[in-house]
């Protein structure tokens, strides 16, 4: 699959969780089920909220879906924009389960305001880590080495959406620690945009720096290299979490049960995360998650294989 196609998929299921009114918002009751609504295999309904350009969830959603369908629940997908609402649906009950967190250091803000209200259903990947980055044929090996050499990367650190994490740690921390606030600004606005923007410099050879994080597709497709963080700006490796309502545990037992056993090492990680954001172009992210089981029937103690 070329670098385009993949953007423009990631761009239209983005664009599409766009137009939808917030889970936040809404309220209406008919997201959350909270263990009391009958689904399709009789077993309830139970809502998964993610963000669809942060590829990490969007491959853990669609796993979820087939593990919670072979334990006979409905499978709700709710495609949100930005973490602060998808926290706050969590917490009134409108979505169930976030498939893929970072509540320990890039979300600590939105589990500080919401986490009362949230339960911790396990971590399924213990090695993610914010990160600063450029194109490999870009000479400079540091985020020390961005101080007066503004001008090459037009002045700017091209960055996602203002609401993340990331974006956070990048302009309240990294940007202070190493005094680039008199150069650089940090230009927000969505995940879809800077991976265009990363790309279009890849392709002309020209110099650009942006916020990444891995496990993030980007690092398989493009030629990318991580700036040395000596003074541990961006903060120290995390692990993705899965987080659900309050009461899911109780609610949905054995659902609960199988999330916990989820874990996935480097390698199984990557494979599912390339096979889902390639399919998502024709809309094939089930059937990847059917070849993926096929080949890692082992990947986790829980996974259910029929």
Known sequence: ??????????????????????????GDGTGGTGGTEEGAGGAGTITLGYIPSWTDGLATAYLLEDQLTKLGYEVRMEELTEPGPLYAGLANGDV???????PEVTHASYMAEFGDAIEDLGAYYDNAQLTIAVPSYVDIDSI???????????????GIEPGAGLTAV?????????????????????????????????DAQEDIVVTLW??????????????EDPK???????????????????????????????????????SLESAVVEASESGGEAEAVDAWIAENADAFPTLLTD
């Open 144 to 158: 020390e080495d961005l101080a007066g050499n503004a001008a090459r990367f037009d002045d700017r650190i091209v």
């Open 214 to 227: 891995r496990p993030f597709w980007p690092y398989g497709t493009f030629d990318l290299k991580d700036l």
């Open 232 to 270: 541990g700006a961006m903060g120290e490796p995390e692990a993705l979490h899965f987080l659900g309502r309050e009461g899911f545990a109780a609610d949905y037992a054995d659902a609960a049960e199988l999330i916990a056993g989820i874990a996935l090492d480097d390698a199984a990680y990557g």
């Open 96 to 102: 169930d389960v976030y498939p893929s967190a970072w």
């Open 1 to 26: 699959m070329t670098h385009q196609r993949i953007l423009t998929r990631i761009g239209a299921i983005a664009g599409a969780a766009a137009l939808a009114v917030t889970l936040a918002s809404c």
């Open 170 to 202: 990048t302009q309240d921390s990294m940007i202070p620690a190493y005094d680039l606030g008199d150069e650089y600004q940090l230009v927000t606005s969505s995940t879809q945009a800077m991976l265009a923007e990363l790309q279009g410099a890849i």
